[in-house]
């Protein structure tokens, strides 16, 4: 008895120094958590992520020299500010009045509420910082640029078809978020059935995390984004349409909408090229979803047969489209003869995430691969790259070329296919 309480004490005495030890730290743990939980630094990252009340976002849908489109959607009633300004100031706000809208059946429908602001006044090439707040709550801060004015550079990249497997769209975004880019086009299908609210959070917002905070991503909505207005909703800037316009630096890009149900194709087609004609920046792309130029998955051929000629004399040269899931780039695409008008390199790039289609490549492509994948470009006046980099971060296609008073290389266009045998192919290909 006594050995064995003398025992016990012997070991408790033993102990109080390491029980006090414990509490010192657990103390000093306690007393640091709370710092960082009030951390004063309006720049330090360890702010109250795990405390947000933003269910998707922030995620910015357009940057241009001067203004700037957000989104972000929370789960709990009321306006919400968010607080911006340059050189590390918060000094202006905008509030916001959030639209619902509801996601599962009627016995456990959970309503959401959608934030959508323009940041206007901006100046162009600037950083902003801004911060998203509630009643009693503030996010993270992020920090975005402007597009500048006078640059004769630019760097994005264009994909498509991240859709139903999000894991693997993840692993993209990683790779996109190392390239530094000034902003990103998505070719559409975004999420496996848009009409259903609730996939749009784990398939499209969470995976796009840590990049589209602080860099735009423009969509060319895809079929599966659905018709019941919840890409509308989520993704479409207030007083914006789903096609539009935006430059950058040396570059025009055309986004627009090619599946919506009632659109016209003729109209759309229409659209897209007069919106080409009217620019007259150094570099011209158009992206839409369904394709005009695709031998594989869907055998898509979108405006088939004025798109190819239609697009050329509007002086465009690049289109980047998905919908079937492969890359697959042609060679550029002449001008029918006698006819005055730009070589057009088509590209499918479907390979953000979903299930890939097989390609059997023919005489008219210069690449084609069934591999995940984002297409990088970078322009610089009048030279342009553009690397193709698949999910293991290698190059798997490269282009080179230089644009001289209009007119791409020579070396560029030796490979070119003429409009007319290109047009007589995909005839005998339409119905398959
Ligand atoms: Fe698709
Ligand atoms: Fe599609």
Redesign the pocket.
Known sequence: MNYNRLSGRSRMSRSLPILGLAWLVAFLVGVLAIEGGCATDPFSDTSLKQDTRLTKGPFLLGVYPDRAALMWETDTEGSYKLYYGKDGRLDKYVESVPETNQSGKKAVKKVFFIHKVWLEGLEPGRFYDYRVTGAGFEDKIYRFRTVPENTDEVRFIVY??SRTRPSVHRRLVELMIKQKVDFVVHC??LVTNGDKYGQWGQQFFEPLRGLAESVPVYIAK???EGNNGNYEKLLVPKGQKNSFGFDYGPVHYFVADN?TKGLKDEAQLNLIIADAAASDAKWKFVSY??PSLNFGG?WSAWGYPDALPGLSKAGVDFVLA???HMYERFRPIAPPDGVEGSYVTYITS?GGGVLMHSIKPNVYHAETMKKHHFCLFNLKGNKLTMDTIDIDGRVIDHIDVIKNAGRLDEKYLRSAIPMKEMLDFQQKNLHR
């Open positions: 498509g078809d559409g299908d895809g079929n599966h599946v979803h369904v869907h998905g919908h079937s479907g």
